[in-house]
């Protein structure tokens, strides 16, 4: 999913749905994406209507989270993870899953502290910072 543009983000998104209806089979990035989407049941029905939710938009100000943003979001986290980086994620990752007990719940603490870098990053013009991501993980 690197360098996506927001219709083939989505459309990703669209098509792992389908292909899990259809008991088609799922390449290693679809399986990631389905394990999200599943956790998600709130997003299934958008998932399910493609004509209405391709394009949409989910301005900030209307105070409605955009579910393609979110559930990417879970898998820049899981790939993260997976490869510990930046170095110390996945430790501070295990310190609040102890703490949470729960993984999901984890996986949105952990999100927000991410979309605080990156929203940073974005205004200061700048390379993300994982000084700031840790520091919002370790409060």
Same mark, same amino acid.
Do not use: Q, T
């Given at each position: 999913? =690197?360098?996506l543009s927001r219709h083939q983000s989505r459309q990703f998104f669209f098509d792992t749905w389908h292909k899990y209806h259809h008991e088609e089979l799922l390449s290693d990035m679809e399986r990631i994406a389905l394990d999200i989407i599943l956790l998600h049941p709130e997003y299934h029905s958008i998932l399910?209507?493609?004509?209405? =939710?391709h394009d949409k938009d989910y301005p900030p100000e209307t105070g409605s989270t955009n579910p393609f943003l979110h559930m990417s979001m879970h898998i820049a986290i899981k790939e993260q993870l997976s490869i510990d980086q930046p170095a110390?994620?996945?430790e501070r990752f295990n310190r609040l899953q102890k703490k949470n007990n729960n993984e999901h719940k984890t996986m949105h603490q952990i999100m927000e502290c991410l979309a605080e870098m990156l929203w940073r990053a974005q205004r200061d013009q700048s390379p993300p910072d994982a000084s700031i991501?840790?520091?919002?993980?370790?409060?």
């Open positions: 999913m =690197y360098k399910n209507d493609i004509e209405n =939710y110390g994620i996945r991501y840790f520091k919002c993980l370790d409060k």
